[in-house]
């Protein structure tokens, strides 16, 4: 099966200049979904992760299905003022601005091994700030798994030291 085949491609989108690939046309397709999650998961059995990590929204799609089947507990990491208990914050560089994100303070423990899952890796701002927060926490990270990684933008390089999986490549 050849997943890049399953994924939707919309020129300009959100906005002129950008080519979208559009994953709900993957995920719809039993399947295909059940592929991506058994790869991922496939490739961590037997690292003992304790926590999968995913970043709102998309990541969530694919984080808790991964977790479920590492058998670890799953934790949101979310747009400010999202999450009800104490948390930290992480901010990161957008093309034109900054933005930020949080996780629960008491979402890792110390040494706890960690997967951190996301649909997408372009220029790697948003992993690079989930990492920073995983590691405020203690979290031992494991690996970093995205379904596509955008190869030009170079997200990969903020993550140097850490191993890596992306199933597809563009």
């Given at each position: 099966?050849?997943?890049?085949?399953?994924?939707?491609?919309?020129?300009?989108?959100?906005?002129?200049?950008?080519?979208?690939?559009?994953?709900?046309?993957?995920?719809?397709?039993?399947?295909?979904?059940?592929?991506?999650?058994?790869?991922?998961?496939?490739f961590y059995d037997g690292e003992g992760i304790q926590k999968v990590v995913s970043m709102e929204s998309r990541g969530f799609i694919l984080g808790a299905p991964v977790?479920?089947?590492?058998?670890?507990?799953?934790?949101?990491?979310?747009?400010?003022?999202?999450?009800?208990?104490?948390?930290?914050e992480a901010r990161y560089e957008l093309e034109y601005g900054s933005d930020s994100l949080a996780i629960h303070q008491d979402a890792i423990t110390p040494g706890e091994k960690v997967l951190i899952v996301d649909d997408l890796i372009a220029t790697g701002g948003t992993v690079a700030a989930t990492v920073q927060l995983v590691k405020k926490l203690g979290g031992n990270i494991q690996g970093i798994a995205f379904l596509i990684e955008l190869t030009e933008l170079r997200g990969r390089n903020k993550l140097d030291g850490y191993n890596v999986l992306s199933l597809l490549s563009y």
């Open positions: 099966m050849d997943l890049k085949e399953k994924i939707r491609e919309i020129p300009d989108f959100p906005k002129e200049g950008i080519l979208f690939y559009d994953v709900t046309t993957l995920l719809k397709d039993a399947g295909a979904f059940k592929r991506i999650i058994d790869k991922i998961g496939n977790a479920y089947r590492l058998n670890a507990g799953f934790v949101p990491v979310r747009k400010p003022g999202k999450l009800p208990s104490d948390v930290y």
